[in-house]
């Protein structure tokens, strides 16, 4: 059993910086990529940010530059600093695990098997 469980987010203005973060706990053999996800309503869910085991790191083109994930695999923990935040980064914002050993560059969420409750990011104009 793996929970995973978000904190951070809220209500910010545009230009705004927000942070959040995701803590993996349970029966962990090896976390293989940690990512952050994002669904606005009506959307579906897209990539934000991932990072590997080995620190690697995608982002999506949309926040690239704005957005940095990092990780404390000591910690089982990845961080989501957002900067420069646009009305059009209002979603709700999931934290993935996987320990899928073919995760490759975390891009695709169906490579992780755990997810967070999902924490709002609601940016204002």
């Known amino acids: 059993q793996v929970q995973v469980v978000e904190s951070g987010g809220g209500l910010v203005q545009a230009g705004g910086s927000l942070s959040v973060s995701c803590a993996a706990s349970?029966?962990?053999?090896?976390?293989?990529?940690m990512g952050w996800f994002r669904q606005a309503p009506g959307n579906q869910r897209e990539l934000v940010a991932a990072i590997t085991s080995v620190g690697s790191t995608s982002y999506a083109d949309s926040v690239q530059g704005r957005f940095t994930i990092t990780r404390d695999n000591a910690k089982n923990t990845a961080y989501l600093q957002m900067n420069s935040l646009k009305p059009e980064d209002t979603a709700v914002y999931y934290c993935?695990?996987?320990?899928?050993?073919?995760?490759?560059?975390?891009?695709?969420?169906?490579?992780?098997?755990?997810w967070g409750q999902g924490t709002q990011v609601t940016v204002s104009s």
């Open positions: 993935g695990v996987s320990t899928d050993l073919w995760v490759g560059a975390g891009k695709d969420a169906d490579k992780y098997g755990y």
């Open positions: 349970g029966s962990i053999f090896v976390i293989t990529a």
